[in-house]
């Protein structure tokens, strides 16, 4: 009996691809022998966008990049802009950013773990388990800033508002409780048979490969080099936090997920510090609303997906000249078609949904 | 290795290389493209990820920008290489690093840049039946991109 290959569209309409991603393959019985990415149905041309605006009208449209976690957008924006205008926040306003976006990290990673889960054939529990916590950080959120998804919450030299009354006691009611619920995760889906089996040594993505194609934040962990520009290049205050930079192993798909897991402890950590030692003071930025831009900043920041990097050029007037988004799960998705030659097509979704990409941010 | 001590090792093997506007920023040929990044990646430096590739389209030239990045040493380097725009060539990467396939891709589709040796070179974000490239300056918004309101 002889085998002929057969090509299989799947996506853009797909429950497992995350968002607008069409992954032709080409299958040998059910083993995939190729596979070919296409991107850009969510294009939105923000990069050109940004050359009409100026910085301060193009902040909400960082929201619109990867829009699981706007504040870390916003963040990364933030910072290159003011790495260009030399502007610094004041300490108040650098502990609130740090508190957001480590909270936005762990919304982003718990849907990250639910929909991976998912993904896997979980039907529906872990999901929901996921969805439920992520609601709590969502409403601390909306009572900070009045969005429940594009937060639009930083501002070039501070943030919008100071924290409300009462938004700080939500936050330690959250961290209490995710810190209770954890093991609930752990008992659903760490050790669980079925999952391990469907994930261990799944999308096995070494070191070298993950390094040459540029892969960034957990997956790269989970590959086992510790790198965290938190730790590493440290940006805000997070050289004053004690946390640990969590790496995995064997880099298969289980160890991504297990890298999340124990990164939403860490960024628990972070918080309960930040929250600690929140200086007094006016978080709200006393600078102009119009900006000369002159020459050039590159800033990239750690983002819950990867290295999100803004490369911001001036000509001396108040738009950019031009304004690049680097975004981590561009780089984390086009490993993909290396990762899954060879594989069962069953396994595709699998190592898909571990790499925790975002299509907002990808097709920008 | 800290990066002033990384450039004068660059410069010594390829004389002509120009530190730019900051003390982390090269210019070079496209001439010297591959020996440099050949030598930035395996070298002493050991600028094993290629971050970023982007361009700026300055009118009469496009400036293709490389972000590389060394886990060893715990730098940066952003090097550009300047052309003229009747001649908007430069040697691909990907032999040497799997994310410029991607990135080159990308910077051909917006800006129009070919990359010489890519294996292919085709549009990633816009539709293929697309012949403009939509970051160049001289590229026409009107009727496409909405303008922000006066």
Redesign the interface.
Known sequence: MDFQELTINMGPQHPSTHGVLFLQLKLDGEVIVDCQPHIGYLHRSIEKIAESRSLVQFMPFTDRLDYIASMNNNLGFCLAAEKLLGITASPRAQYLRVIVAELNRVASHLLAIGTFAQDLGAYATPLFYALRDREKIIQIFDKICGQRLTYNYLRIGGVAGDLPAGADQLIKDFMAYQRRILPEYHDLLTGNVIFCARSKNIGVLPKETAINYGVTGPNLRASGVAWDLRKDEPYLVYDKFDFNVVTGANGDSWDRYDVRMREIEESLKIIEQALGGLPEGDPVAKVNKVFRLNGEAYMRTENPRGELGFYIVGDGGPLPYRLKVRSPSFANLSVLSAMIKGMNISDAVCVLGSLDIVMGEIDR | MDITTIIHSLQAKFPGIVVG?SADQLIITKEVVKPVFEFLKNGPAAF?????I?A??RKDTVEV?Y?VHS?AH?V?L?VKVILGNDQLEVPSLTLL???A???ER?VFD?FGVRFEGHPDLR?????DSWTAH??RKD?Q?DGI?P??VK
């Open positions: 506007a094993t990820s290629l971050h970023s982007t700026v389209d920008v972000h886990f715990r940066m952003t690093w799997g994310a396939d991607w990135l990308e917006l549009r990633i974000l816009n539709p939509p970051l590229f918004m991109v303008r922000p």
